[in-house]
């Protein structure tokens, strides 16, 4: 077991590892497995994203595409500096829009402390409602990207416009079954998870992870995130092309950046040494403590979730590629 496993403030965790084909870390503390399903929370935008990129690989959207002219004027008149923004700009977290969930409203409330106190559904009729009544963070495709859940969430609802599909049916037909994803579905809020904690006190919030779907209401287990990844990152669901040369910019979740429908973090030369010289991760973590993250310059795939809020894994993923390549060379040395 890792020493992160270790840390007596994570109970339930799951680790998976692969270098290229081979899988070389498989760990799990508490009730958990490989093949407990766990809400795997905002990684859940990376199946949006595969689906947008699908649909510009088969000609039914462009990356200029503006959302005006696929949603309709009553969702879209509820979004600032709405005029100008396309389909690449919701992609990136480009688009200025303001992130419902963390932003303070005029009132004083934040929606996630609302959450926290009492799990609740927040559809999307109310997720407009709240952004309307909010300012832009950001220029419009300007250096600095703002992460917010609205971006992936009217994606989907653009993919429902342009198919005629609905959520289920899009990720039944355009990710499960292409890779045989058994037990990856959308939240209902009645699934048996391990619990999901924010420090020493377990949270309730699968009625609020529900009802956000496309950007963040995937269950799944880890073994199916695994493939997912290794799926999206190996030119398995859509053209490479789309995440060849990303531009990342940096987000407000410093030092992290988003380009291409992925977050990407790098570390400092130096941290990188004590590493094995990794310098680089792309993929994607959720609130939940989930994370898919990949590092080209390794060819290794990191998936899992720590189902704890207070604590972010990106040291620890950073050290399992470290480990993972490590093996590697010592095997190759034997």
Request: include cysteine; aromatic fraction near 10%; charge should be positive.
């Amino acid at each position: 077991m890792t020493n992160f496993l270790k840390n007596k403030a994570i109970h339930d965790a799951t680790l998976l590892v692969y270098r290229g084909d081979a899988k070389c870390i498989d760990e799990s503390k508490g009730r958990m497995t490989n093949d407990s399903p766990f809400a795997i929370a905002s990684v859940s935008k990376l199946y949006t994203h595969a689906l947008i990129f699908q649909l510009i690989d088969g000609g039914a959207l462009v990356y200029e595409t503006k959302l005006t002219d696929v949603l309709p004027r009553d969702i879209t008149k509820h979004l600032p500096q709405v005029e100008d923004v396309t389909i690449r700009h919701l992609v990136d977290q480009n688009t200025g829009f303001p992130n419902y969930e963390m932003d303070r409203q005029p009132n004083g409330k934040v929606l996630m402390n609302e959450i926290f106190q009492h799990d609740r559904r927040v559809e999307f009729e109310e997720v407009l409602e709240i952004v309307s009544r909010l300012l832009p963070k950001s220029k419009l495709g300007g250096q600095r990207a703002y992460y917010a859940d609205v971006n992936a969430m009217l994606l989907g609802k653009a993919a429902e416009i342009i198919t005629g599909k609905s959520a289920k049916q899009l990720l039944a037909d355009h990710i499960c079954r292409p890779l045989d994803l058994v037990r990856t579905h959308w939240a209902d809020g009645s699934e048996k998870i391990a619990p999901i904690y924010n420090g020493a006190h377990v949270v309730a919030c699968q009625q609020y992870l529900a009802s956000q779907v496309y950007q963040g209401g995937i269950i799944a287990t880890n073994s199916e995130l695994m493939r997912f990844t290794r799926a999206f990152f190996g030119g398995k669901l859509f053209s490479p092309s789309h995440i060849a040369r990303p531009t990342f910019h940096p987000i407000q979740f410093r030092p992290l950046k988003y380009g291409s429908g992925m977050m990407q973090l790098t570390v400092a030369s130096l941290v990188a040494y004590f590493l094995g010289g990794v310098r680089e991760i792309c993929g994607h973590s959720g609130i939940t403590g989930s994370f898919a993250f990949y590092c080209s310059q390794k060819d290794v795939f990191v998936t899992g979730t720590v189902n704890q809020f207070k604590y972010k894994p990106y040291a620890t993923i950073f050290r399992l590629i470290a480990a993972c390549d490590k093996n590697r060379k010592s095997n190759d040395e034997n």
